[in-house]
């Protein structure tokens, strides 16, 4: 194994990983080979150091005057992101967003597998929602553990997060994908990334209305 | 009008003001008139000089050793972020995550109201999803004109993705939520969120494959 990929890689290069293997499976699809580093920047619109550094990191060494081979660099990307095995993940609140994400299909395009949701409110529990089950929270330690899931997807109001947290840490789960709004303390072996709608949506709409305020302060002035 | 409120205010200040609201009415809620900032910071874990600098951005001013009246801050901060009238907004791009969004009836806490889907698969127009219509693309701009509509929510694929937002330009949407995995070019006055899921769920998942990674190896020396 390249020791690289034991050093932490910066976030910004793991964001653009995605973007990246949907690239290259385009050239793949298309029946291309081999592919430069600066062909990738070009069409992604990136700098090509920034491109060859990012790359680096996956372990993959491009050939000089050559290029990357595409399956390979594909195969190294998805190994880098823990992709190349579909990956399982419970959802923990099965209420109006839980249930959006049980049915969004999308994330098995990037490994990952709801296999179930669970919930506090026995009105939701043994529904099933898009065809997985809602269990009740408490079978949630017994579950993890028996069917070896470690990633946990957050989806409960604020005020529940930090018990659900706990309850996810407890049950073995390492890393939590959390859309409640609001900060999460874990121990330090357990991974969490934030994904928070309504801080998004807040940067969003304050400035469309402060845009919208100043159009109106500059019609008032010119009548 | 506070002439600050014309100013560009911090991505990071404006995304902490969903959660002073949520704890704002709370405390409203148990009938609590008058809050300080100092019991804000030490609530949500801020620092103290930090949070009286976010709520001046609102443009109100806390009264010395008594401190901010709390239906007056609430308010300020919902008029500061936009969410006192509810937004309406489209999405484009029915597929599984528009139509999971469709289904989220937690953005109308936010003031956010989806209307209606648009999408160019004509086996999706005229379903509607979640009581909501599903139009065909091409009456987007109409639509959009006689309902005034400033918000637009695109969930379409990344190779989609800049085409329809020219036509959100086109249709006189100023503020486009993007759930597309890719980058936005639109002119400077409409304003661009990004919100891209993959990328977040590449940092979460690269990093607990790297954690796996260390501890595989570790075990393996030890062994």
Redesign the interface.
């Known amino acids: 194994?390249n020791p690289d990929?034991?050093r932490?890689?910066p976030?910004p290069s793991?964001?653009?990983?995605?973007?990246y293997l949907?690239f290259l499976k385009q050239l793949k699809s298309r029946g291309r080979q081999v592919v430069s580093c600066t062909h990738i920047a070009h069409e992604l619109?990136l700098v090509n150091t920034q491109v060859r550094k990012d790359l680096a990191m996956t372990g993959i060494v491009g050939r000089p005057k050559v290029g990357y081979d595409v399956p390979a660099l594909i195969a190294a990307i998805e190994?880098?992101?823990?992709?190349n095995n579909t990956?399982d993940a419970f959802i923990v609140g099965a209420?109006?967003?839980g249930?959006?994400?049980m049915?969004?299909?999308?994330?098995r395009?990037?490994?990952?597998n709801i296999l179930a949701a669970f919930d506090i409110d026995p009105e939701r529990v043994g529904r099933p929602v898009h065809g997985k089950e809602v269990f009740a929270l408490e079978r949630l330690p017994d579950l993890a553990e028996r069917l070896h899931v470690?990633?946990g997807i957050l989806t409960v109001p604020?005020k529940a997060a930090q018990d659900a947290a706990n309850l996810l840490v407890l049950s073995g789960i390492?890393?939590i994908?959390n859309y409640a709004?609001?900060?999460l303390e874990v121990p330090e072996?357990v991974?969490v990334?934030n994904?928070?709608?309504?801080?998004?949506?807040?940067?969003?709409?304050?400035?469309?209305?402060?845009?919208?305020?100043?159009e109106m302060?500059l019609k008032t002035e010119t009548e």
């Open positions: 194994m990929m034991l932490s890689a976030v793991v964001r653009r990983m995605p973007l949907r619109g190994g880098f992101l823990g992709w990956s209420g109006s967003l249930r959006a994400l049915g969004y299909d999308g994330f395009e990037y490994g990952l470690r990633i604020a390492r890393a994908w709004p609001i900060g072996s991974i990334e994904m928070n709608l309504s801080a998004s949506l807040a940067v969003l709409s304050s400035r469309l209305a402060q845009t919208l305020r100043t302060g």
